[in-house]
């Protein structure tokens, strides 16, 4: 029993401290400016083969650094961020509203 209750309190501090560290990474200063800027994560099926990824990677940067008010855009396979961490589509100027789906105009970028 002694022991059980050990390894249950050992635990416990594990998960407090991973938590306080996880909180500690996502407040640490990332190095740049990210008020007006939107991450956006577009997944292509493998199927469509490497050239093809390519090409609508270079299709979608294209629409993108013509669209107005675009001062840069960049494409990248590996983002700022790796996984879920809160963060979604979003502006600036319309924050995120909890439980509200993203829905963009079709056959906009």
Do not use: H
Not at 39 to 68: H, M, N, Y
């Amino acid at each position: 029993m002694a022991a059980q209750v050990a390894i249950a309190v050992a635990l416990l501090v594990g998960a407090g401290l991973l938590v306080r560290s996880l909180l500690s990474v996502l407040s640490v200063d990332r190095g740049f400016d990210a008020e007006n800027r939107l991450l956006v994560t577009v997944s292509i099926p493998r199927a469509f083969g490497p050239e093809r990824i390519v090409q609508i990677g270079d299709e979608i940067l294209a629409r993108l650094q013509t669209a107005p008010d675009v001062v840069a855009a960049t494409v990248s396979g590996r983002p700022l961020t790796r996984g879920s961490t809160g963060m979604g589509i979003g502006a600036a100027d319309q924050p995120d509203v909890p439980g509200q789906r993203f829905r963009g105009r079709r056959g906009a970028m």
